[in-house]
């Protein structure tokens, strides 16, 4: 039941490990997103991102709150970057504990689609010496939208 918004790097192997430890008898699910070599351009050397942390941690935290109501979470956590990354660093990882998978990657999947359109970070892909920001996804919101209204289903 955590948020973390940082400019530090993201250790997944620590972060599951001592989130399982904490939370030893539930089923976990989680998900890491990395920098994509690739993007609104056909190549990206890095990503940018920027952010607004208290926001961010405030917005994140809100995501967290309802999916524990909607799934009955023991715990959930997000980690996100922000800052300059490297193709392939990880961008954000979440996990989520509940007493049954179902639970768990519903609300890991539910917290992934809304915080992808709801948590303010912005994004701009370089490329060589160019720059573009990158624009909100039709399929990004096309997946948060499956979740208003109470809908659970993927």
């Not at 160019?130 to 659970?152: F, H, I, N, P, Y």
Request: glycine share 6%.
């Amino acid at each position: 039941m955590t948020v973390l918004v940082t400019k530090d790097s993201i250790d997944l192997g620590n972060l599951y490990q001592v989130f399982v430890e904490r939370y030893p008898s539930a089923a976990v699910a989680n998900f890491a997103g990395h920098v994509r070599d690739h993007g609104d351009r056909e190549s990206v050397d890095c990503l940018e991102l920027e952010a607004y942390p208290e926001m961010a941690i405030s917005q994140l935290t809100a995501l967290g709150v309802e999916a524990t109501s909607r799934y009955g979470l023991h715990a959930w956590q997000v980690v996100h970057r922000y800052g300059e990354l490297s193709v392939g660093e990880p961008i954000v990882w979440v996990a989520t504990a509940a007493d049954h998978r179902a639970d768990a990657f519903a609300a890991c999947e539910f917290l992934m689609d809304t915080l992808k359109t709801d948590a303010p970070f912005w994004k701009r892909e370089h490329s060589g010496q160019e720059s573009s920001w990158v624009k909100v996804q039709t399929r990004d919101l096309e997946r948060k939208a499956r979740w208003l209204g109470g809908s659970d289903t993927a």
